[in-house]
């Protein structure tokens, strides 16, 4: 039996794909509205394909829910430890949900367990999560082997399910053969065609994980740059991505130039880094660069608008439609969705916001729960209704390919503000829709 804490994005993600690959597994939470809902087959998060995949899980008897630790724990040998790990007011990661998770473990421990931390931890997290187990047993005058190992998630929202189920590597940070084979058969399934185990120390788990998202945060950083810089300078971003993504080096992935990364891990695990850095007196100044470059590039569209229309005041009293509020398409998170940014300077400048998203409309309405000038509508085209421009924050599939006739007869000054670069200028062109996008098309004063 396989015991995972925490049902969130990685917990149930953990936990479903586990129990469809034959594991009983029984997934604790300490919300119990969570757990209710999981139990009646809601599933509290938008992610593709996991409602199906709980739901055969539950039918098939392998897949339970609790808030009770003395039941998951008195019949499990894997604990899988997936709960939030939160910014700190400095940045670093709060890990009271980790240590407690720990604390709740070694309260009940009765037999020989790995406990498997996929939580993002700074490193030496393992070693206080093994003291803090150990200081429980030692309490309790018990005496149970256990190894903690470090087993960081790689799994991109939206597409959870594809990239746990096949994972480009695999990383087990363990210094404990026994552990280490428990984790090997673990992921036996997973793992047939071409070994992507890559079994390490724990502390260097531990960084890998903040150095791939501190890396494709980087890149991401680097490109919108670029895009300012190809803005000033007459270039193309798309072009220049194509130019060097077809490097082998350098790869085409992960590599668009946007409004800014959010999420509940880039910027998270950014500030985390570097805060790392900092208690270990080594200062990340490119982090530092990348964090502060984001920053700034969540209120890029706000400032295209306010140049289109001749300064931030003359925002006053206007109406913009919004497309896309999650922080990327796929899902309804809104964890440091630049969209937030936009909304916020659009209202604090006096703006009307007309905004929709697909799957992020509940948790929008909880954010900007007083924001009498937001008003979320019901569909992409309602938005337009009324309002003076366009901006797109989210590339929903249902924005690829909209009626371009349809927006230009509906938006009072026909301009759109893509910061996605999804759309051709000779497409918009044709329907007489003024395009302003990132590193591409930039902004122009409009004409009055
Ligand atoms: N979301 C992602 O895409 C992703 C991907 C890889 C890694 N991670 C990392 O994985 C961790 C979990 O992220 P998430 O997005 O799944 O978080 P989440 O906030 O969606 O879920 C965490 C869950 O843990 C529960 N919890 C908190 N303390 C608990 C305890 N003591 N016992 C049982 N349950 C408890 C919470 O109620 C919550 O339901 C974080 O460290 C995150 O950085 C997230
Ligand atoms: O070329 C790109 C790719 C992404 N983004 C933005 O970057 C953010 C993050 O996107 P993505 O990485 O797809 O989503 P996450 O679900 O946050 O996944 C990241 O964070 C997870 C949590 O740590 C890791 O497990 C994943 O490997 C890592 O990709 C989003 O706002 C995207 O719009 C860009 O601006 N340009």
């Known amino acids: 039996?396989?015991?995972?804490?925490?049902?969130?994005?990685?917990?149930?993600?953990?936990?479903?794909?586990?129990?469809?690959?034959?594991?009983?597994?029984?997934?604790?939470?300490?919300?119990?509205?969570?757990?209710?809902?999981?139990?009646?087959?809601?599933?509290?998060?938008?992610?593709?394909?996991?409602?199906?995949?709980?739901?055969r899980g539950q039918e098939a008897g392998r897949l339970e829910f609790t808030t009770d630790y003395d039941l998951a724990v008195s019949r499990s040998t894997i604990f899988l430890i997936a709960v939030g790990t939160p910014p700190e007011e400095d940045g670093s990661a709060d890990l009271r949900h980790v240590l407690s998770a720990a604390a709740a473990i070694g309260e009940r421990?009765?037999?020989?367990?790995?406990?498997?931390?996929?939580?993002?931890?700074p490193v030496e997290t393992a070693a206080k999560v093994e003291a803090v187990i150990a200081e429980r047993l030692q309490a309790r005058g018990v005496d149970?082997?256990?190894?903690?190992?470090?087993n960081p998630e790689f799994l991109k929202e939206g597409a959870a399910i594809e990239d746990f189920t096949r994972p480009d590597r695999i990383i087990i940070g363990s210094s404990d053969a026994w552990a280490t084979e428990v984790m090997r058969n673990l992921y036996a399934p997973?793992?047939?065609?071409?070994?992507?185990?890559?079994?390490?120390?724990?502390?260097?788990?531990?960084?890998?994980?903040?150095?791939?998202?501190?890396?494709?945060?980087?890149?991401?950083?680097?490109?919108?740059?670029?895009?300012?810089?190809?803005?000033?300078?007459?270039?193309?971003?798309?072009?220049?991505?194509?130019?060097?993504?077809?490097?082998?080096?350098?790869?085409?992935r992960f590599l668009y130039p946007g409004c800014g990364y959010g999420g509940s891990c880039f910027p998270k695990d950014a500030r985390a880094l570097i805060r790392m850095g900092a208690e270990h007196k080594v200062p990340l100044r490119v982090m530092q660069a990348v964090e502060e470059a984001n920053r700034r590039q969540k209120h890029a569209l706000f400032e295209k608008l306010a140049t289109f229309y001749g300064g931030e005041r003359e925002l006053d009293g206007k109406t913009i439609a919004l497309w896309g509020l999650s922080f990327k398409p796929d899902t309804d998170d809104m964890r440091e969705a630049p969209s937030r940014v936009l909304i916020e300077d659009l209202l604090s400048h006096g703006a009307q916001v007309r905004a929709y998203d697909p799957a992020a409309m509940k948790q929008t309405r909880q954010i900007f729960a007083d924001a009498s000038r937001l008003t979320l509508?019901?569909?992409?085209?309602?938005?337009?209704?009324?309002?003076?421009?366009?901006?797109?924050?989210?590339?929903?599939?249902?924005?690829?390919?909209?009626?371009?006739?349809?927006?230009?007869?509906?938006?009072?000054?026909k301009a759109v503000f893509d910061g996605r670069n999804m759309y051709e200028r000779s497409v918009t062109d044709t329907a007489g829709l003024a395009y302003f996008d990132i590193g591409r098309n930039p902004v122009e004063p409009r004409e009055r």
Request: hydrophobic share 45%; charged share 25%.
């Open 1 to 55: 039996m396989i015991t995972v804490i925490g049902s969130g994005y990685v917990g149930l993600v953990a936990g479903a794909c586990l129990a469809e690959l034959g594991n009983d597994v029984v997934c604790i939470d300490t919300d119990a509205a969570k757990i209710d809902m999981l139990r009646r087959g809601e599933v509290p998060i938008f992610e593709p394909g996991l409602e199906s995949l709980l739901r």
């Open 109 to 121: 421990l009765t037999r020989k367990a790995v406990i498997v931390n996929k939580s993002t931890v």
């Open 144 to 150: 149970v082997e256990f190894s903690v190992v470090s």
């Open 190 to 252: 997973l793992n047939r065609r071409q070994d992507k185990i890559i079994v390490m120390d724990p502390r260097s788990a531990e960084l890998t994980k903040y150095a791939a998202n501190a890396m494709l945060a980087t890149r991401i950083s680097f490109m919108n740059e670029l895009a300012h810089l190809s803005e000033a300078v007459g270039a193309d971003i798309e072009a220049v991505r194509r130019g060097i993504g077809s490097d082998p080096r350098i790869g085409l």
């Open 377 to 413: 509508c019901p569909s992409a085209a309602d938005a337009l209704e009324g309002s003076d421009a366009l901006a797109i924050v989210t590339e929903w599939r249902e924005f690829r390919s909209p009626d371009f006739d349809e927006i230009a007869s509906r938006l009072k000054d």
